[in-house]
């Protein structure tokens, strides 16, 4: 089923072919599509985006910037911020799935795209 609602997303990679599968299976269920390969490029893009940025998928791992600080500073632009963590390391690993708002939603790299499509579509719905 796709959405007609053309939900922003921003991803934040930096792996190439990441971003390159998710846009074109979150653009084929008609969700709009920002991305990034960096921390301080991903909140540039996140500040001027606001309020338009309605989920973000947020590598842990980014060259830059570690990504539990990209985190805590979008939740500093948007307390409200809708984010799904993602990783290569097993969830064993210390991963930040908490913050102030709960538990965060997580993606297994590498992931299958049903995973994908699934995990926007639920995190979405949460309100």
């Known amino acids: 089923m796709q959405t007609t609602s053309r939900e922003r997303i921003l991803i934040v990679d930096d792996?190439?072919?990441?971003?390159?599968?998710?846009?074109?299976?979150?653009?084929?269920q008609g969700y709009?599509?920002?991305?990034?390969?960096?921390g301080r490029e991903a909140l540039a893009l996140y500040r001027e985006a606001i309020p338009s940025i309605d989920l973000v998928i947020l590598d842990l791992n980014l060259p830059d910037m570690n990504g539990k600080d990209v985190l805590?500073?979008?939740?500093?632009?948007?307390?409200?911020?809708?984010?799904?963590l993602s990783s290569g390391y097993h969830l064993t690993e210390k991963i930040p799935t908490m913050?102030?708002?709960?538990?965060?939603?997580?993606?297994?790299?590498?992931?299958r795209i049903t995973e994908l499509i699934t995990k926007v579509r639920d995190t979405l719905a949460e309100a």
Do not use: T, W, Y
């Not at 709009?32 to 960096?38: E, L, P, R, T």
């Not at 805590?72 to 799904?84: E, G, K, L, Q």
């Open 15 to 28: 792996e190439d072919s990441i971003i390159d599968i998710a846009r074109e299976v979150l653009e084929s």
């Open 32 to 38: 709009h599509v920002f991305a990034s390969g960096n």
């Open 72 to 84: 805590d500073c979008m939740r500093d632009i948007n307390p409200h911020a809708r984010v799904i």
């Open 99 to 111: 913050d102030g708002n709960g538990i965060l939603p997580f993606l297994q790299k590498p992931f």
